[in-house]
């Protein structure tokens, strides 16, 4: 089997999400990445670091703005001339649309939402939740190339140490493939770390009271050097930014700590914390739901409970 990793970049760095799918590749086999945008030959290089034995560059002015079509352009040219039979993304929105392009531009399979990614019995079987990620469904493709989507947070990028032989692609866009142009990128207006980055989280549900009382969840994140979430009733009451939403229907972080204030552990919620390391939950009505799978369980007043563990974290960590 070979495998191509689309290596997603943002501001100069990797993109986690498909560091993590570009060690998993590197532990089922050998695995190449391509690099592409503008500017990038330094970052390539880095490949290498997470299990890439050849890190593919196409560095070219016209794909500095992030659009799908001209990627999708150097992915069919790197699949077709090269021979690769699995072409694997981290989710985002653009992984999303450069997939979906590709797939059709091969006449290829696509799997989506994937977990895990198995070899069984010589074959590829994608691991894909399902009924609210109750269950797991094995998934396949019964063509080659293969393509696969997998989300958010399934793999940790683990650094292998190695190094990668970089090599230039000849970038040839499509006509159509630059009709789009960007006018405008928008940025999501946030502040501290990534929720789907940081190894911590702590996360304020409508237990809170009030948008006000998010105070409270920001101290303790900051006193525990992690990331601020929310669930989707606090971002849809406009509470909290949608780019803070953990659930079925936001974000999937698989973080070592995961402290859960106010939040009663519906089901959308849970699908997108569940592969946390610890999760700590603070609720004042114990038969809340989250106390079933939480690891660690204080029924009481938040409004109580949390300066006073803030305070608690401050005097440990100084």
């Avoid at 034995?53 to 069919?76: C, F, I, M, N, T």
């Avoid at 947070?153 to 990668?164: I, M, R, V």
């Avoid at 909290?240 to 999937?252: D, F, I, L, S």
């Amino acid at each position: 089997m070979s495998f191509l990793v689309f290596l997603e970049h943002h501001e100069g760095d990797f993109v986690k999400n498909s560091l993590g799918v570009l060690a998993k590749a590197a532990d089922l086999g050998e695995a190449d990445a391509v690099v592409i945008g503008s500017g990038v030959h330094e970052l390539a290089a880095k490949g290498g670091d997470f299990g890439a034995r050849k890190v593919w560059v196409a560095d070219d002015a016209g794909l500095e703005a992030p659009l799908p079509q001209p990627r999708v352009d150097v992915l069919e040219r790197l699949v077709r001339d090269h021979g690769y039979d699995t072409v694997l993304f981290g989710q985002s929105v653009l992984a999303a649309d450069v997939a979906a392009g590709l797939a059709a531009r091969l006449d290829a399979g696509l799997n989506w939402d994937l977990t895990d990614l198995l070899e069984q019995d010589g074959t590829l079987v994608g691991k894909r939740p399902a009924l609210q990620d109750s269950v797991l469904v094995d998934v396949g493709w019964k063509s080659e190339p293969r393509v696969a989507l997998f989300r958010s947070g399934a793999f940790d990028p683990t650094q292998a140490g190695g190094e990668a032989e970089v090599e230039d692609v000849e970038v040839e866009l499509q006509d159509f493939s630059t009709k789009a142009t960007m006018v405008e990128q928008a940025h999501a207006e946030s502040e501290g770390p990534s929720i789907e980055d940081d190894d911590v989280i702590v996360a304020g549900g409508r237990g809170l009271g009030g948008p006000e009382h998010f105070k409270l969840v920001e101290e303790l994140a900051q006193a525990l050097g992690g990331a601020v979430a929310a669930t989707r009733a606090v971002v849809d009451a406009g509470w909290y930014p949608y780019a803070a939403q953990v659930g079925q229907t936001g974000k999937t972080v698989s973080p070592k700590l995961y402290v859960a204030v106010g939040i009663s552990g519906a089901i959308q919620h849970k699908v997108g914390m569940q592969s946390s390391g610890t999760v700590v939950a603070i609720n004042k009505d114990g038969n809340a739901p989250i106390f079933e799978f939480a690891d660690l369980g204080v029924v009481g007043d938040l409004h109580e409970i949390l300066p006073k563990l803030t305070e608690l974290v401050k005097q440990r960590r100084s």
